[in-house]
């Protein structure tokens, strides 16, 4: 109970709810206990690592091949015994065989030229019976998430350049996207068993990643109300902020909620979605 309702505070300012989506259903796959040792390979800003030690007090490893972005998890991310951060490449990690319990590849392999080679590393570090939580985005992805790509992909033109800015849109830093298929193989194929293998988000705004990706630029280019900043910034989860009605940005995060309940009302994880979720065990 008492993790609910800490989880539950420490995403109150997440705003990107096929984000949380993916937090919740890796925390599930993971079965964290204090004990582990676990890595957070491509931890970017390291929410993941914040939220390990939030909850769990476990030892926590956040690697990222970006000396930029490890800057600005250190600064979120209060330094602490149990909490590492390490610069590295995830085809060829820093660490000795079978030393973590659990492992999380979020949203990394898309990202990643040799797919193959990085999926061996997580299955070298991992002790036996050791869980990697892994989310990808989905090559099935609904028509809303990215109307232009969809339907150039759909005419059989294929998608804009991912280096073409806005018109990028899901395809923008990602050098493919998998169908389930071919993520169930290639993880197989690494020596993994596959336990569960799932899509999460089909319901969600039109362009719904570029409209976050502008509102996280404004406020952070532009100087706008404390109160307005602090609600869109999910770091900051400990500080309250304005009420509801004062603060638009709360008022656009309930209307999306609204929409995103859809997909526990009305959507039975089969066919196009956001993401792929996978839970694979060594």
Same mark, same amino acid.
């Given at each position: ?11 109150? /300012? ?10 919740? *259903? ?18 970017? +800003? ?7 030690? +939030? ?7 956040? !690697? ?9 998890? /250190? ?15 995830? *085809? ?9 319990? =659990? ?31 892994? *989310? ?45 298929? +071919?993520? =169930?193989? !290639? ?13 999460? *988000? ?23 109300? =404390? ?6 910034? =999910?770091? #900051?989860? #400990? ?44």
């Amino acid at each position: 109970m008492f993790v609910g309702k800490m989880l539950e505070k420490i995403l109150s /300012k997440v705003g990107d709810l096929s984000f949380r989506r993916r937090i919740l *259903t890796l925390l599930d796959y993971l079965e964290v206990k204090p004990t582990d040792k676990v890595l957070d390979a491509g931890c970017g +800003e390291g929410f993941y690592v914040m939220l390990l030690d +939030e909850l769990y007090g476990c030892q926590v490893v956040g !690697l990222d091949n970006d000396h930029r972005i490890l800057e600005r998890a /250190k600064k979120w991310v209060r330094e602490k015994p149990n909490i590492k951060f390490l610069i590295g490449d995830v *085809t060829k990690l820093p660490f000795e065989n079978e030393i973590f319990d =659990k492992i999380i590849l979020s949203e990394v392999l898309e990202h990643v030229p040799d797919d193959r080679k990085a999926l061996a590393e997580m299955y070298r570090v991992l002790k036996p019976e050791g869980i990697l939580g892994i *989310t990808v985005p989905n090559h099935d992805y609904p028509l809303l998430w990215d109307p232009l790509n969809w339907m150039r992909e759909h005419l059989g033109l294929g998608h804009f350049s991912p280096d073409s800015g806005f018109f990028g849109g899901i395809w923008a830093m990602h050098l493919r996207l998998y169908y389930p298929n +071919e993520i =169930k193989k !290639l993880v197989e194929t690494a020596g993994f068993r596959i336990e569960k293998i799932e899509g999460l *988000t089909h319901y969600c705004l039109p362009f719904n990643h570029n409209i976050l990706y502008l509102g996280k630029q404004f406020y952070t280019r532009h100087p706008v109300p =404390k109160s307005i900043s602090l609600a869109m910034e =999910k770091f #900051e989860w #400990e500080v309250p902020g304005a009420p509801s009605f004062l603060n638009p940005i709360q008022l656009g995060l309930k209307f999306m909620k609204a929409v995103d309940l859809l997909n526990d009302t009305h959507w039975d994880k089969k066919g196009s979605s956001l993401h792929l979720a996978i839970k694979a065990r060594k």
